[in-house]
């Protein structure tokens, strides 16, 4: 018995009815639509303005950056300078010009 050799890839035929009588059971193509929107942003107006990214690998130094868009970019490498950028970048969200201005303006 020989095998026949396998072509690569290609488009499935039709699948065969469950009780195996042999007649081909035609899948028809159903639209699928998307809960993807052009502007996730559009609905309240809010945007980021600052990002703290933490790189912890296992055995590796930790390693935080804080940025914002105000002009802050701050690095910290190590355990306890990790920790302390962490702390920093939650009390620059109190002190940012760009934050408080924004919520001064919305009030």
């Not at 052009?38 to 912890?56: E, F, K, N, V």
């Amino acid at each position: 018995m020989s095998t026949r050799p396998n072509p690569g890839p290609h488009l499935a035929g039709p699948a065969n009815t469950p009780d195996s009588s042999g007649a081909p059971k035609v899948v028809g193509r159903e639209a699928v639509l998307s809960s993807v929107r052009s502007d996730p942003q559009a609905g309240d107006g809010r945007y980021p303005i600052a990002w703290l990214t933490i790189t912890a690998p296992r055995g590796a130094v930790p390693t935080a950056t804080s940025t914002c868009q105000c002009g802050r970019s701050l690095f910290a490498a190590g355990h306890r300078k990790a920790l302390a950028l962490i702390e920093d970048h939650a009390r620059h969200r109190d002190l940012c010009p760009l934050r408080t201005t924004e919520e001064r303006n919305a009030s």
